[in-house]
């Protein structure tokens, strides 16, 4: 059984930082894409950054220069580091990660159950 478990939500003012991780951990093979998306109330999930098995990253246009995802495959985790957050940052933070499993010997997305980041005063 695989669990994908994230962490590092909080409240924090505007213009300050986080650090978002997730750990993925179970019966895993190998690890494919991992992403880190989010959900504002009254809004539809969107992918804030994403990064490959070989590095690549992707980011929406709205945290560019202020997000840096990472990955450490050695030990199945995921990073979202957040810096300059604003209020419209806030929302739930999910972690994504497209991975095959030994047993069952499956590929599909596996889901965290979500963080709570606030930027407010």
Do not use: H
């Amino acid at each position: 059984q695989v669990q994908v478990v994230e962490s590092g939500g909080d409240l924090v003012q505007p213009g300050g930082s986080l650090r978002l991780s997730c750990a993925a951990s179970g019966s895993i093979s190998r690890i494919y894409f991992m992403g880190w998306y989010r959900q504002a109330p009254g809004k539809q999930r969107e992918l804030v950054a994403g990064i490959s098995s070989d590095g690549t990253t992707n980011y929406v246009d709205s945290v560019k220069g202020r997000f840096t995802i990472s990955r450490d495959d050695a030990k199945n985790t995921l990073f979202l580091q957040m810096n300059s957050l604003k209020p419209e940052d806030s929302a739930v933070y999910y972690c994504n990660a497209d991975l095959l499993s030994i047993v069952p010997r499956i590929r599909r997305d596996y889901w965290g159950q979500g963080t709570q980041v606030t930027v407010s005063l």
